[in-house]
């Protein structure tokens, strides 16, 4: 078992950068998926980024491609999404979240098994 602690949040410009980061304690496998997630007001959780804990693959959805990088520090148990060219439209909360079992439907929340409390980014237009 994980948990999952997300820092790095605030109130940015549009055209600003952000990195959020999720401090992973406990030791994930190898098999571990590790994926970034936000809601905005009124709106669904929609996923953002994943990666494979001991992996070079990792997926991001269509509006964030060439913005926004998803990485990990394997010594620092940590995973972090670092956000450039920042939208008002990227205003939400932002959840990190981890699939133990490694499925391949890694945009899918159902999948996910541990879930930080989450973290506020709003962009001013």
């Known amino acids: 078992q994980v948990q999952l602690v997300e820092s790095g949040g605030g109130l940015v410009q549009a055209g600003g950068s952000l990195t959020l980061s999720c401090a992973v304690s406990?030791?994930?496998?190898?098999?571990?998926?590790m994926g970034w997630f936000r809601q905005a007001p009124e709106n669904e959780r929609a996923f953002v980024a994943a990666?494979?804990?001991?992996?070079?693959?990792?997926w991001y959805q269509d509006s964030v491609k060439g913005r926004f990088t998803i990485s990990r520090n394997n010594a620092k148990n940590t995973v972090y999404l670092q956000m450039n060219s920042l939208k008002p439209e990227d205003t939400a909360v932002y959840y990190c979240?981890?699939?133990?079992?490694?499925?391949?439907?890694?945009?899918?929340?159902?999948?996910?098994?541990?879930w930080g409390q989450g973290i506020q980014v709003t962009v001013s237009s």
């Open positions: 979240a981890a699939d133990e079992d490694g499925s391949p439907w890694q945009w899918d929340e159902s999948e996910y098994d541990y």
């Open positions: 406990g030791r994930p496998s190898g098999n571990y998926i």
């Open positions: 990666l494979k804990w001991n992996g070079r693959n990792t």
